[in-house]
Every structure is written in C-alpha cells, then in structure tokens.
C-alpha cells in the first residue's frame, strides 16, 4: 500500500511539473509598458520593409538600366512568392518554436548581406535573386514581429506592426524624391536614380543594426519576457510529450480549427493583397498617355506618384483602424474587401482618364488596402484565447497575407508578358 501511494505521489509531482502556467492580461501589465512595446514593434516592421520598399520604390533605376527586362513585374512575383512559400516551411515543420531570435537577428544579418550585394554587383540576375531573398527575409523577421504582437488580447500591437509597414514606403518614396529634387536642382551629372537606390541600400545597413538593438531591448521588457518565456515552454513541453490537459489550461487549436474559426480573416487579408498586387505598381507605372505625366513629368510618373500616391494612402487606413476598427465587423470586412475588386477598372481605363484622377484612384486604393489588412488582423475572434493559439493565429493570417502578394503579382506578370495588359 505505501509503494502504491508513493508511485501515486510520484506521478501527481510530474504531472505538476507538465503544467503550464497560464499568463492573464491584465490593464497594469499592458499600460505600463504600452508606448514601449508599440514603438520598437513600429520600428521593427519599418526597418523589415524598408528593404522591400527600396527595392519597389527603384522603379526608375530598373527602367533605365534595364530596360526590356521586366524588373518591375518579376520582382514583386519573385519576393511575393519567396514570402508565401517560406512561410508555409516555417509552419509546416514547426520552426516558429525555435524561438524568435534565431529567426529575427539572422533575418537582419541577411538583409545587410543584400545591401553590399546590389551595390557592389549591377546586375539583373543579382536583383531578382534580392527581391526573392528579401521576401523570404521578410518571412523570417516579420512573422516573428506579428507573433510577439499576437502574444496580447489587444489589437493595438497588431496595428503598430501594420503603421511601420506603411511608414516605410511613404518614408522611402519622399527620401527617394527629396534626393531627386536635390541632384536636379544643383546640376549634378549623377544619376539621381542610382544614387538613391545606393543610398537606400546604405540606409538599410545602418537600420538594421538599430533593429538588432531594438529587439533585445523589446523582448526584455518584463511583459513581452514572461509572455515568450511561456511560449517557449509550452512549445518544449510539446516536445516531450508531457502536457497535462486540465479545464483551466490553454486548449491549444490546431491550424485547422483555426483556420476554420479564421476563415472569413483569412479571405479578406488574402483577397486584399491579390487585388493591390494585380494592380499596382507594374499597371499603372506604364499608364502616362492622358495629362501632365505624358510630357514633362512622365520620369516622375512611376516614382514618386504612383509608388507614393499608394503608399501615403495605404499609411493613413492603417493609422485609421485603431480609431475605427470596432465599426469594422467580420461580415463589413468581406463585403468591402470584395467591393474592392471594382479597381479591375483600372485596367481597362488607365489609358482614357486623366492622371491626375488615376493618382486619386490610386490612393483610395492605399486606404481600403491599410485600413481593411490592418482591422482584419486587429479583430480576432472571441473563441480564440491564450498565448498559443494567438500567436498561431497570427501566422495564419500572415500566410494570408503573403498567398495574397504572390498571387496577385503572379497573375499581374502575366498579364503584362502576354500583353493582356
């Protein structure tokens, strides 16, 4: 009888050990180190797509350096779809639970490997390979940034990733003009094109270094520690096999569940991302017959305009959800997202409307895009709770988000190859 209750005593200590202590969200613990959180996850985002906006927002230099070689259709398809398949490797074989370090820190390296390649070797192989490489950079650093965001109830971190997203290609495009403007205006015999673009890329080295900095300094703050701590050991004791599945422990979802619960998510972040990448910004950077733009200002047509036209636009639906988002229901999201798919128009008329108008077309198209990829990250579903299952879902949504870039810059490319377009 007393080895019998020994081996009961036994047992019920490991299975204390398997258990996995849940973190609640509490007001105090989110309001204390808010601004904290919400500026370094800003930035993070900011400096992740800073690379991929200074390879966009080159539009230019492609045209003139390489004419005929379609850089600004088989650069989005290759980046877009580095990023939807790396994504889907991250998930499929679970390397999301070897932590976020081992995939940001080595993302920011990559990007500063990048930088020095194109500077140092003008070549359109060497480009095409960068727009992939920073997609699927772009994987392994921003996936990890919308997973600490996940790890809260609250949608305003979701929301700073968003803003830095947006604050990239307005910053990148008014940089990219400014250094135009100032080449021109003192007569310079250098390129202003490929000055930017070196420039850019140079830019992108120093921010790196900086996000590497930001994000120790973000991950030892006291409320995002003990949230990754948790994961982390939830993820360790997965491994082992040794979970205890108790009324008041995480129920953790598997991604089917989730997606099933996400489904209506899921189709929105995608369905937004294919209608903005099917149009923009190969489309209408070659649509300059019909105003101003087709004379004196036709080398500024693509970039800044378009390229900056979309992005301010797309800034300000991102800052504009958190103050709407609760308006924003699943159902509203769908409707809207759909309601999107008139901008086809775009293609048909590009040619026949003044440019103005496309510009203004072209804006509204940025708002709907920030505003409605922002709200339907923000609004999770109530039946999803717990760290796991949060962060989880973000990487769902995140693979909508990616599926959506590179189909609609597949579909796009080949309309223009086959001259559909």
């Known amino acids: 009888m007393d080895d019998l209750n020994n081996k009961e005593n036994e047992n019920l200590q490991i299975n204390v050990v398997g258990v996995i202590p849940i973190f609640e969200d509490t007001n105090d613990d989110i309001l204390i180190h808010h601004n904290g959180i919400y500026w370094r996850l800003l930035f993070l985002n900011l400096v992740i797509l800073w690379a991929y906006q200074s390879l966009i927002s080159a539009q230019n230099y492609y045209i003139k350096f390489f004419k005929n070689d379609h850089l600004d259709f088989w650069g989005t ?23 976020f370090t081992k995939r940001v820190i080595p993302g920011f390296i990559g990007y500063i490997i990048i930088a020095i390649l194109v500077m140092a070797f003008k070549n ?18 921003e996936s990890p940034v919308y997973g600490i965001a996940g790890l809260f109830t609250t949608g305003a ?20 003009t400014i250094i135009r403007l100032i080449v021109l205006l003192i007569h310079s015999h250098i390129d202003p094109d490929q000055l930017s673009f070196y420039l850019f890329m140079s830019v992108l080295i120093i921010l790196c270094l900086i996000a590497i900095y930001v994000y120790y ?18 993820f360790k004791q997965e491994k082992r096999g040794n979970i205890v599945q108790l009324d008041f422990i995480e129920n953790q979802l598997s991604f089917w569940t989730l997606t099933k619960i996400l489904k209506t998510h899921l189709f929105v972040q995608f ?10 910004p190969g489309i209408p950077c070659g649509a300059t ?32 959800a958190i103050k709407i988002h609760k308006y924003f229901s699943s159902n509203i999201c769908l409707v809207s997202s759909l309601l999107r798919t008139l901008f086809i128009l775009i293609i048909f008329y590009r040619y026949h409307i003044n440019n103005i108008f496309l510009l203004i077309f072209i804006i509204f198209m940025g708002v709907t895009n920030g505003l409605l990829a922002t709200v339907t990250f923000m609004v999770r579903p109530q039946t ?11 990487y769902l949504m995140t693979a909508a988000l990616y599926f ?6 597949i579909v796009a490319a080949t309309l223009s190859l086959t001259h559909v377009v």
């Not at 998930?91 to 639970?97: A, D, E, R, S, V």
């Not at 973000?218 to 994961?231: A, E, F, M, T």
């Not at 959506?404 to 810059?409: D, E, K």
Request: with cysteine.
């Open 384 to 394: 999803i709770r717990g760290v796991n299952n949060c962060e989880r879902a973000a």
């Open 289 to 320: 017959n019909n105003g101003w733009f087709n004379n004196g200002g036709k080398l500024w047509w693509c970039s800044p305009f378009i390229i900056g036209s979309y992005n301010l636009g797309d800034l300000i639906g991102r800052i504009l």
């Open 157 to 176: 971190f979701t929301q700073a990733v968003q803003v830095g997203s947006g604050m990239a290609g307005v910053l990148n495009v008014s940089a990219n």
């Open 124 to 141: 359109k192989i060497i480009l095409i390979i960068a727009f992939a490489s920073v997609g699927g950079l772009g994987t392994i650093t």
């Open 77 to 99: 398809v290759s980046a877009g779809s580095a990023m939807f398949f790396l994504h889907i490797i991250q998930l499929y074989f679970g390397i999301y639970k070897y932590g």
């Open 271 to 280: 369905y937004v991302l294919f209608i903005t990448l099917l149009l923009w």
């Open 217 to 234: 300094r973000l991950i030892h703050i006291p409320s995002v520690n003990i949230r990754i701590n948790q994961q982390m050991t939830s």
């Open 404 to 409: 959506g870039i590179a189909t609609g810059s």
